[in-house]
Every structure is written in structure tokens, then in C-alpha cells.
């Protein structure tokens, strides 16, 4: 068979390259991608290899690029992609690459030092300005306080003298007098601390001392609570919120900030606040107690941060030209620079020779693609300018190949699925072909429904047909990218879900009436008037059936409906996992022909097959002799009512118990003559098969190896050659072949072995037909749970009516499709997706397929690149 359905033929070679074509060659195998090298130096660390200092400086310009990425990302600049992939440099253009990789760095590291800097500065000016403005608003309104606070006092004092004239008069002057020398020594105080006067300098000894600065928003009430209790409340705080966000020059990001100033009194306090500041990461900035000093510092502030601005913005278009430049040429460069390193790093997996003037390497290859490779390396040596050809030779060896299975962009998901189980064995049979068209089948069987299907095609249909567009976006978005990589799988489910739901006739829990239904009212108007119940006969033929799928009167009788459509559900369940199973199994007897393992098809196939036929296949063959025997209309023993039960016939089957009839009508309990005979036939062969897959197997080991034990062995020449026919070619030490996959294994284990397997496949079978159920089982949940939605949603905004019935209708039926989507599409889907894998994975994998291979993981920029890194990674 081709390589769809096995993995390509593979060979182990053997490359000689010269020193100064290698590096060259390597780069047309890269691009190519068929190439898997081996690592000659396993036991060399990875700094102590020959080209470790060139994937060094590798690294070192990736670390330059991603800094230049990271400035212009941070900037906004769209990076140009023009999905060109440019070729491999040349060794002697890695110093180049280097030189303007450095002279960018930097460039840009200095032009940002310089921007930080302003930026503080800037900062710090900007904060000054808001501390000068906020502590004279602090400063005005405390003036105004005191200045208030006196005039209330005298004219309380006004009112209340006032109000006894001759009494009080004179003793009213008094007290005026005194209250007017006590505001005077008070407001002489005052005036010490607001304003600069001869006087304050002489009474130093009364004036407060106050502080001025900025904190984060965050931390002020901490440290409104530190300074009252380090301080012991002899402080007096005042704070102001700066409502306009600023950029912190560090990081960029936009912080809150609040401007306070603290009033205190003598220098141990002046001490501690300071230190409390310094804590809590405050900035304290020197704040002039005059106010025409404040003035004057303000008008300076303003000066400095106009021309801060137009430095800054001279600075940023700077900086901005050169990330613009950068960002041009940013996607090739690390396109370049991978390529590099995966080059040099796939060099070092070879080994020099003596003369240190050859490189050699082992690699695996496609058998079919040996020309391919061949002119890849001659166009390598040609561009390197070397005259000494490469030599590619096939090695012979008795390791497991690499398991590679071609792919295109619809296989590759298919693929995929079946990789996550296992890798398949070299030249084992591939179920991927197969899984294209069984995956999609039994998911829609789950899923069927046209309504919910052709929304989920259509999602499909818009990825396929977008796909380039929404390719080249390269989104990080995980979720998205396992919905766009399985996207023709998506389509495929879609598309047989709309068949199934065809089927089914079922259509968003409704049914269409597309062909006329098959069934008539035989009653006329009067009867149904004059008679309070009718009951249809059943034996009552219309002479007519529905063409394609179910008739639509089903839904009118939703009773009926479920019963009906769970037996018919349950039986194609057991019919479609009895075939798959068996599909499985003959799957199976092209991997022993294959490999030649003629012990398996007669101690594992035919006992298998006749195991499966015997018991479960007969079972499913029932199934239709029922469907086509009884009928309602026949008369008896085929009536529907003598149609004896499937499974309580294959239960006395297996257990060789005796079959009742279920009434004197029906004349016997079976459905043609002789199947009593029949059944005990069938199910003692099935039993004979399971001691003969357990003990046939060893036997016939044990047999041969005795037959080996007899017969001469011949000396080897150590060339993997025998003495007397040198010119043979060598053969394994063990023929698998004869000893069934065994190889030298104990006696004891391979019994034990075989017995697994045997007792895997005797309960599997049983226990993988019941998983089958699992199809009817979500069918039956899936129909119901949109009919609830049907019944339970959108059905009561249809029934609405008068002026709001529009609006309600469309507000009902916006949250109908969200649950509709949401659950039956998104979430059902889902469910369905994981049965339908476990049934591909488990009940129909495990019949032939040993998943015991590894990948080809062939040198190739395209997947270096795709990964974001080197072949390292």
C-alpha cells in the first residue's frame, strides 16, 4: 500500500560533507525538510562542541532582536510581514548581521537612557508644580480660617455685651481690650509662618517648620497613620489628591499620586518625618515660605517643562525613526538568524574525521525521496564553491526507523488525532484514511441534528475559506488555533451532522415536512365528533412510507416519538460499533501479512473473527430479521406483538437457556427454524476460540525454538556475514517473524502475555459493544435537551402577542441562539468530540493498532520557524 496507508519506507544513511560545503549543504536540507539527523556526540555537553561559539553569538542576536521587538511592540509600530522566506546567510554575513544588530542596540539603549531621564526630570518638575500650587491653596486657606475664626469672636463678644449697656459697659471695654491684644500676639504668630518678615526671623523659637512632597495615592492613609502615631499626633498633615495620572519614566505606566505637606515643631519631629517619608518612598521637594517666592520658583517650573517637552518630543521622533526602520526588516532578521543557529546547531550533532577536513553524519531518509536529497546536497556544494562532491550511502542496521506519514493541510488534523494516541509503529497500518470518514459519521450519529450541524459547517466552511487570511495572523490565541487547526474536521462534522439530522428528521428539536407524510386520518368529521376516544390500528396499512428518514407525524406524538426512536437509535448504535469493531480486526490481518507474522492470522485472527462473528455479528443479523419479518400488519407468528426481544434472546443464547414463547399466537420463540441449533453452535465455537488464542500462540514458540535448539549454528565473521556464505547479508539474531514478535523472551512471559491479550479481547469485545450505546445514549440527550430549549424558550416568546409580542420575540429568541450555540453547538459538540475519540481511540484502535512508534522529526526550517525558536527547542 502507498503512504497513506502505512508510513513511508525509511533508511538509515550515512553523509560525508567537506568542511567548507557542510554548512551550505545543511541549509538546502533544511529547507527541504526530509532529513532526521542523529547525534553522533552524545556524550559531549552541548558548550565543549566545535560550533558552540557560533550558536553563541546566535543567541546573542536573538537577545538583540527580541529587545528591538519588545521597544516595538511597546511603541504601537506594526512590524511589516511580507511572508517572504529569505535563504540561510552565509557564515561571513553573521558579522554584518552582528555589526547592525549592535549599532541599533545601541542606539536605542542610549536614546531611552537619555528619554528616561528627562522623563524624571520632567517628572520631578511636574510634581514641584503641583506642590507649589497645592500648598498656597493650603496656605490661602489658612489664612482665610484665622482671619474668619477673629471675626466671629468679636462679634459674638459684640452681641453679647451689647445686650447690657449701663451694667456692663465698662467691663466690656476691658475684655475687648485683652482679647484684642491676644488676637494681635496670635495673628503675629501667624503671620511668622506665612510670611517672611523681620519679625519671624526674631521669633524662631514660635515658628512651625513644615514639609512638602508627593506620594503614591495608595500609601497615604499608612502613612497618614505612621506620622500620627511615630509623632504622637504633634503633627499636622494636609493632602491633595493630583487628579491628573503620571508616567512613571521607569516602567511607562501611569500612577496615582497626592501632594501633602506636614506642619511641626522643632527639629527632632523634622527628623522623624523625614525618615517616615523616606520609608513610604515619598518625595519631599523644597517648598519657599513666602509666597512671591512661590511665585517665582513656579513661573521657573513652567519655564524648565516647556522646553523638557520639546526635548522629550524631539527625543521620541528620534527614537521613533529608528524602531520604524527596525521594524521593516525585524521579521526577516530572525528568520535569518534561526536559520543560522539551527544550521549550526545541527552541525554540531556531527562528527570530524581524522583529518579534520570531513564531516560526517547519520540521518534517516524517505526511500522515495533519496534523488530529491541528493540534488539538494549537490545544489549545497555548487553555492558553497567546493569541488569535492557529498557522499550520501544506506546503511543497513536493526533499529526501529522513524514512523513518517505525508500529510497535507486536510490530513494533517486527521493525523494528528491519531498521533495523540500513539505514534504508529514503523509500517504499521495508518487508521487515519479511514478515521476521515468513521470520525465525522459516528459524531454526527451523536450529534445529528440539520439546524445545529449546518451552523457548525458553516463555521467550518468560513475557516476553510478564509484560511490564508486567518493563516498569515499567526494568533497566539491557543483556544483559536486547535478550533483553526481542526477546521476541515469541523466542516466534515458539520456536514454529515446535517445528513444524520436529515435522517433523523429533526431540525432544531422540529421535523420537516418535505415528501408528505405517510400516514392519513381515516375518520371522518362525525365520527370524530361523536366519539370521546379513538385508537388507531396499528395493523392498518397506508399503503405509503416516508421516503427518507422519519416520517414528520412522529412529532405530534412525542410519546410515541421517544419509544420508537430509542429502539431505533439503540440498534444502529450496536450495528455501527459491531462493524467498526470487525473493520478493526480485518485491519489488523494487513499488518500480519505485512509483516509476515503468519502465526498471528491463525492463533490471533481467525480465532478473533470467529469470536466477534459468532457472537455479536449474529446478534446484529437478528436485528434485521426482526425489522423484516414482523410487521403489525402480518398475521401470526409474525405479527409485531410475537417479535421475540433481542437481548433477552442473546442472554438465553450465551447462558444456553430455553426460550419462552410469549403467547399460544405466536408458536415458538424463535425467529426461523434451527436457530436453537444455530445458537448453541455459534456460541460453543466462540468459547473454543478463547483457548485458542491463549494457549496456540506459546505452543507453537515452544515448538520452534526447540527445533532451533537442534539445528548447527554457524560462526559469524563479525561483518554481520556467516563463515560459509560470505556473501549474504546478515540477518537478525532472532527471526521475529517465527517467534510471532517475541524475539529471546522467557516462556513464562510470553504466556503471561498472551493471556492479557486474550482476556483484553474477550471482555473488550463485550464491554466495547456496550460502549457503542454511548452513540444512542448522547443522540437521545442532544434531542432532548433542544427540545427543552425549544419548548421551555423560544416557544413562549412565540406565544406572545399584542404591541410587545415583536420585542419580546426578538429578545427571546437573541437568548435562545446564545443557548443554542452556547450549550447544543459548543458544549454537546464538545461531548460528542471526546466519545467519538475514545470510540476511534479504545474500541476500534485497540483491534490492530500498537502505537508504539516514533516520529520523524526531520531537520526543517519551515516547523523551526512555525515554533518560534531553534531545533534546539
Known amino acids: 500500500m502507498g503512504s497513506l496507508f502505512r ?107 537619555n528619554a528616561e531621564a528627562l522623563k524624571r526630570n520632567y517628572l520631578e518638575l511636574t510634581e514641584l508644580k503641583h506642590i507649589l500650587r497645592k500648598t498656597q491653596v493650603f496656605f490661602d486657606e489658612t489664612a482665610s480660617e484665622y482671619h474668619e475664626i477673629l471675626a466671629n469672636r468679636h462679634s459674638q463678644l459684640t452681641t453679647t455685651f451689647s445686650s447690657r449697656p449701663f451694667k456692663y459697659e465698662n467691663l466690656r471695654v476691658k475684655f475687648l481690650n485683652r482679647c484684642q491684644m491676644a488676637d494681635s500676639h496670635r495673628e503675629e504668630e501667624q503671620l511668622n509662618l506665612l510670611e517672611d518678615g523681620p519679625r519671624g526671623q526674631q521669633q524662631q523659637n514660635l515658628k512651625l517648620g513644615f514639609v512638602a512632597g508627593v506620594i503614591l495615592r495608595e500609601r497615604l492613609p499608612a502613612f497618614e497613620r505612621m506620622l500620627w502615631r511615630a509623632c504622637r499626633g504633634n503633627v499636622f498633615l494636609r493632602q491633595a489628591m493630583i487628579e491628573a495620572p503620571l508616567e512613571d519614566p521607569s516602567n511607562g505606566d501611569n500612577v496615582y499620586k497626592s501632594v501633602f505637606i506636614i506642619f511641626f515643631q522643632g527639629d527632632q519631629l523634622k527628623t522623624r518625618v523625614k525618615k517616615i517619608c523616606e520609608g513610604f518612598r515619598a518625595t519631599l521637594y523644597p517648598c519657599p515660605e513666602a509666597p512671591s517666592d512661590r511665585r517665582e520658583m513656579a513661573m521657573g517650573v513652567m519655564t524648565r517643562i516647556e522646553d523638557l517637552n520639546t526635548v522629550l518630543g524631539q527625543t521620541q521622533d528620534h527614537r521613533h525613526r529608528v524602531l520604524v526602520a527596525a521594524a521593516k526588516n525585524l521579521k526577516n532578521w530572525f528568520i535569518k538568524v534561526r536559520k543560522i543557529k539551527a544550521i549550526y546547531h545541527t552541525l554540531n550533532l556531527f562528527n570530524l574525521d581524522v583529518t579534520q577536513k570531513c564531516l560526517i553524519a547519520e540521518c534517516w531518509v524517505p526511500i522515495l525521496d533519496m534523488e530529491t536529497i541528493q540534488m539538494a546536497l549537490r545544489r549545497g556544494t555548487e553555492r558553497s564553491g567546493s569541488s569535492v562532491p557529498p557522499i550520501l550511502n544506506r546503511m543497513e542496521t536493526y533499529e526501529d526507523p522513524p514512523t513518517y506519514n505525508r500529510t497535507n493541510k486536510f490530513t494533517n488534523a486527521f493525523q494528528m488525532l491519531i498521533n495523540a494516541y500513539g505514534v504508529a509503529s514503523y509500517r504499521e497500518m495508518n487508521p487515519a484514511p479511514y478515521t476521515i470518514i468513521t470520525f465525522p459519521f459516528l459524531f454526527a450519529v451523536m450529534f445529528g441534528d440539520l439546524g445545529h450541524g449546518a451552523i457548525m459547517a458553516l463555521f467550518g466552511l468560513w475557516m476553510v475559506l478564509k484560511e490564508k487570511p486567518l493563516a498569515a495572523k499567526k494568533s497566539d490565541n491557543e483556544i483559536w488555533n486547535i478550533f483553526f487547526g481542526g477546521r476541515y474536521i469541523i466542516l466534515l462534522m458539520g456536514l454529515f451532522s446535517m445528513y444524520t439530522g436529515f435522517i433523523y428528521n429533526d431540525i432544531f428539536s422540529k421535523s420537516l415536512n418535505v415528501f408528505g407524510s405517510g400516514w392519513k386520518i381515516n375518520y371522518d368529521a362525525s365520527t370524530i365528533m361523536d366519539s370521546k376516544a379513538l385508537q388507531l390500528d396499528p395493523a392498518h396499512d397506508f399503503g405509503r412510507t416516508y421516503p427518507i428518514g422519519m416520517d414528520p407525524v412522529w412529532q405530534v406524538a412525542p410519546m410515541n416519538k421517544i419509544i420508537f426512536q430509542n429502539a431505533y437509535k439503540m440498534k444502529i448504535s450496536i450495528i455501527f460499533g459491531v462493524i467498526h469493531m470487525i473493520f478493526g480486526v480485518v485491519v489488523g490481518l494487513f499488518n500480519h501479512r505485512y509483516f509476515k507474522n503468519t502465526m498471528n492470522i491463525y492463533t490471533e485472527f481467525i480465532p478473533q473473527m470467529i469470536f466477534l462473528i459468532f457472537l455479536f455479528f449474529y446478534m446484529t443479523t437478528l436485528m434485521f430479521i426482526k425489522w ?230 526531520p531537520f526543517a526550517f519551515e516547523s523551526i520557524l512555525e515554533g518560534g525558536g531553534s531545533s534546539e527547542d
Open 7 to 113: 508510513s513511508e519506507e525509511m533508511t538509515l544513511c550515512q553523509l560525508f560533507l567537506q568542511s567548507e560545503a557542510a554548512y551550505a549543504c545543511v541549509s538546502e536540507l533544511g529547507e527541504l525538510g526530509l532529513v532526521q539527523f542523529r547525534d553522533l556526540n552524545p556524550d559531549i555537553n552541548a558548550f565543549q562542541r566545535k560550533f558552540v561559539n557560533e550558536v553563541r553569538r546566535c543567541d546573542e542576536m536573538e537577545r538583540k532582536l527580541r529587545y528591538l521587538e519588545k521597544e516595538i511592540k511597546k511603541d504601537g509600530i506594526p512590524m511589516l510581514d511580507t511572508g517572504e522566506n529569505p535563504e540561510a546567510p552565509q557564515p561571513r554575513e553573521m558579522i554584518d548581521l552582528e555589526a547592525t544588530f549592535e549599532k541599533l542596540e545601541n542606539e536605542l539603549r542610549e536614546v531611552n537612557q
Open 628 to 857: 423484516t419479518k414482523y410487521s403489525a400488519s402480518n398475521p401470526d407468528p409474525h405479527s409485531a406483538h410475537c417479535a421475540p426481544s433481542i437481548l433477552i434472546t442473546f442472554i438465553n443464547m450465551v447462558l444456553f437457556k430455553k426460550s419462552t414463547v410469549l403467547t399460544e399466537a405466536c408458536e415458538t420463540p424463535f425467529m426461523f427454524a434451527g436457530q436453537e441449533f444455530l445458537q448453541k453452535v455459534l456460541v460453543l465455537s466462540a468459547f473454543i476460540c478463547i483457548p485458542w488464542m491463549l494457549f496456540a500462540k506459546p505452543f507453537i514458540i515452544m515448538q520452534e525454538r526447540k527445533k532451533q535448539q537442534h539445528q548447527p549454528i554457524l560462526p559469524f565473521n563479525g561483518e554481520g556475514q556467516d563463515v560459509e556464505n560470505s556473501g549474504a547479508q546478515s540477518v537478525p539474531p532472532a527471526d521475529q517473524s517465527q517467534t510471532g514478535g517475541h524475539g529471546n523472551e522467557e516462556m513464562s512471559e510470553i504466556f503471561i502475555h498472551q493471556g492479557i491479550h486474550t482476556i483484553e479481547y474477550v471482555l473488550g469485545s463485550v464491554s466495547h459493544t456496550a460502549s457503542y450505546l454511548r452513540l444512542w445514549a448522547l443522540s437521545l440527550a442532544h434531542a432532548q435537551l433542544a427540545e427543552v430549549l425549544w419548548n421551555m424558550v423560544l416557544q413562549n416568546g412565540l406565544k406572545t402577542g399584542g404591541a410587545i409580542g415583536g420585542v419580546a420575540v426578538w429578545a427571546i429568541f437573541a437568548f435562545w441562539a446564545v443557548l443554542t450555540v452556547g450549550i447544543l453547538v459548543l458544549m454537546e459538540g464538545l461531548s460528542a468530540f471526546l466519545h467519538t475519540l475514545r470510540l476511534h481511540w479504545v474500541e476500534f484502535q485497540s483491534k490492530f493498532y500498537s502505537g508504539l512508534g516514533y516520529a520523524f522529526q
